[in-house]
């Protein structure tokens, strides 16, 4: 049997057929050669397998498995436990990685044997241009043990895209796998466990990967995304195995449950704007340390003839614009 590569690098795909070919030559012309890739079709009924294939034919460092329609975390775990490489390099169908993007990792993983999580910079991308880098100048690098500001956002672990990131698969034994009942979050929730067993962080300010952003409808994504993540924190606030944590998780909890009140608030202005007032005053019930949200009830419970009208608008546009 030939020597195991050193990165298995691992893409999910379902009906990616328009974008998969283009993120399957980003990784084939990499400048460090030592990968393979696991595709992992997820039930597509287009022409993903297709386009799939032929990298399998053409190139023998590329594979593909199809398996009945499970989820993306169905299918990075089996794609993971099929891999054979030291790392386990994340990419989604959509994404696309530069050229130097594996070699530059590489190089910073043995510049920093410690750590177990690598991650790059990254542009978001429209497909045909740039729209703007993610990590500015002035933003801080995450670095070492980030668990406890890990709790309160996955960007402190690789940079809010897990299509940069590259994990040593032993990581993988200890806390486990992508949970499959996970639909959204599930990268920060697997990150979240990883920081129960010894997750430690190193990354690059350069960007070497361009994250696709669709469009869609926010609204709608943001209210699943916020559902999402009180999720993901009532389930590690009752497993973590570290007490120091558990204070964190519940201030965290609590602004997530927040978030989430004014994203409802948000989309009650389309439906119930009469009920917009309760909500806001439950989101800073629960995050009190938040005067502003506590100030923003004031406006929109401000008596009308004293000029309500007037203030409530004024968050009902800040609502709109943040939500």
Not at 2 to 31: C, D, K, M, Y
Not at 207 to 224: D, E, I, S
Not at 268 to 281: C, F, G, R, V, Y
Request: contains cysteine; proline residues 6%.
């Amino acid at each position: 049997m030939s020597e195991p590569p050193l990165i298995s690098v691992i893409i999910p795909a379902f009906n990616a057929a328009r974008v998969i070919g283009e993120t399957l030559e980003s990784v084939r012309h990499q400048t460090f050669e030592n990968f393979e890739v696991i595709m992992v079709d997820d039930s597509s009924t287009d022409d993903t397998s297709t386009i799939a294939q032929k990298f399998c034919v053409s190139d023998p460092r590329f594979s593909l498995i199809r398996q009945a329609n499970c989820g993306v975390s169905a299918a990075r775990n089996r794609a993971i436990r099929q891999a054979r490489g030291e790392w386990i390099a994340f990419l989604d169908a959509d994404d696309v990685w530069m050229p130097q993007k594996l070699e530059r990792q590489m190089d910073l993983g043995r510049q920093n044997p410690r750590a177990n999580l690598l991650f790059t910079n990254f542009y978001m991308w429209d497909g045909p241009h740039d729209l703007h880098i993610w990590l500015k100048d002035d933003h801080p690098l995450p670095e070492g043990d980030v668990s406890r500001k890990l709790v309160f956002s996955i960007s402190h672990a690789c940079d809010g895209s897990m299509s940069t990131a590259m994990v040593r698969r032993e990581m993988f034994s200890s806390s486990g796998f992508f949970d499959p009942d996970i639909a959204i979050c599930e990268d920060w929730d697997l990150l979240l466990r990883m920081a129960d067993h010894g997750l430690r962080v190193r990354g690059t300010r350069e960007p070497l990967a361009r994250y696709r952003r669709w469009p869609g409808n926010v609204t709608n994504q943001k209210l699943k995304m916020a559902e999402a993540q009180v999720r993901v924190l009532q389930k590690n606030l009752r497993t973590t195995q570290r007490p120091e944590l558990r204070p964190l998780y519940q201030r965290s909890l609590n602004l997530a449950r927040s978030r989430l009140e004014l994203v409802r608030a948000r989309q009650m202005l389309d439906t119930s704007p009469e009920k917009t007032p309760a909500a806001i005053w439950r989101a800073w019930r629960l995050s009190p340390r938040q005067i502003k949200w506590l100030m923003r009830y004031f406006l929109v419970a401000w008596p009308k003839f004293l000029g309500g009208r007037a203030t409530e608008r004024i968050v009902h546009r800040k609502l709109m614009q943040k939500f």
